[in-house]
């Protein structure tokens, strides 16, 4: 017996009409018939909101408008083609229905999964940018032990420079390189006293999590900040927003996105290469914590932007297969 699946939502006068064209094939073409309400699911929506109803048997589907004598063709088409595949003892097929007949451990995983990756996504995002703002609140608590764990851990992912990070609870948000040239704003070789003459300036720069007059350091640098943080800003307005927001295309991800963070770090990295050669053609250059923090927050945005829609449409078509089927299963059961 075939199986025939129609996609339907409340008060869908065609959607009835189907139904009532089908019960009225019963007899010709025998079948199960197996609803599924749209509604159920956003990817349903988003996938049948203009077609309903939609009849799909085996490889054939229909979309409105059709005829009953267009239904009558299509089930025949299925009714015929099951015959030939029973009748020729076909394995691909017949792997086929008896995977479709259960809903293993694996499916339910990936229904899971399917539903709630947006959720999961967000709550590391939030971990992950969250829990570096929680080394120095833990220093200033004076539980300078549980502090150094999360600087220790988030130490191989970022290079945690003093001078190119955030800082909590002190004089300034920010204390940034004297060439930076930030006026009105004290430099963190005045506020420390560690400067370029002492070796290693960068490694002392690494280790130097704050004091009490200008604060304490955050675990991820502006940079890194800005990029997960708006990242996860995005994650949760593709979330209010019922995941309905189409992807940005990769030319505007490389113009917003990958073009202003690269040219401002590699710029910066460019300038302070130790060869005259280079500083003939790029003069010496810091970038200020705005200039990282703006160009972190464009390219970690249209990062989420770009990406989060497009796995959205693997999830999507992962739910409506497992919903086709765990429908299925349940008419057959």
Not at 292 to 309: E, K
Not at 314 to 330: E, F, N, Q, W, Y
Request: proline share 6%; aromatic share 12%; hydrophobic share 45%.
């Amino acid at each position: 017996m075939i199986t025939v699946t129609l996609y339907t939502r409340p008060e869908c006068h065609l959607c009835e009409q189907a139904k009532a064209d089908l019960q009225a094939l019963q007899e010709k073409f025998p079948h199960r018939l197996v609803e599924i309400d749209i509604n159920s699911d956003p990817a349903l929506q988003n996938a049948y909101a203009l077609d309903i109803p939609v009849v799909e048997v085996g490889p054939y589907r229909l979309k409105a408008p059709f005829t009953p004598q267009d239904l009558e063709k299509t089930l025949g088409a299925a009714h015929d083609r099951q015959e030939h595949l029973e009748r020729i003892d076909d394995k691909a097929y017949r792997t086929a229905v008896a995977r479709g007949q259960t809903i293993t451990r694996s499916d339910r995983i990936s229904y899971w999964l399917s539903r709630h990756y947006l959720a999961i996504f967000n709550l590391f995002l939030l971990l992950y940018v969250g829990l570096p703002f929680l080394a120095p609140a833990l220093k200033k608590a004076g539980a300078d032990s549980a502090a150094q764990v999360l600087y220790k851990i988030y130490s191989p992912l970022c290079h945690q420079w003093a001078f190119r990070s955030f800082f909590l609870f002190g004089e300034q948000l920010y204390y940034p390189h004297s060439t930076a040239n930030l006026p009105g704003v004290i430099s963190f070789e005045a506020a420390t006293g560690i400067t370029d003459q002492r070796d290693p300036f960068r490694l002392e720069a690494r280790k130097f999590e704050g004091n009490p007059v200008m604060g304490y350091k955050v675990a991820l640098c502006e940079r890194d900040v800005a990029i997960w943080g708006s990242m996860l800003l995005f994650g949760l307005i593709y979330a209010v927003t019922g995941r309905r927001i189409p992807p940005l295309h990769w030319m505007l991800w490389l113009v917003i996105g990958l073009g202003p963070v690269g040219l401002d770090g590699f710029s910066q990295l460019v300038s302070q290469m130790p060869f005259d050669a280079i500083h003939a053609i790029l003069p010496y250059r810091e970038s200020t914590p705005f200039l990282r923090t703006m160009t972190g927050f464009l390219f970690g945005f249209s990062t989420a932007w770009f990406g989060f829609p497009v796995v959205e449409e693997a999830m999507a078509d992962t739910r409506r297969l497992l919903a086709k089927k765990t429908a299925i299963v349940g008419v057959k059961s």
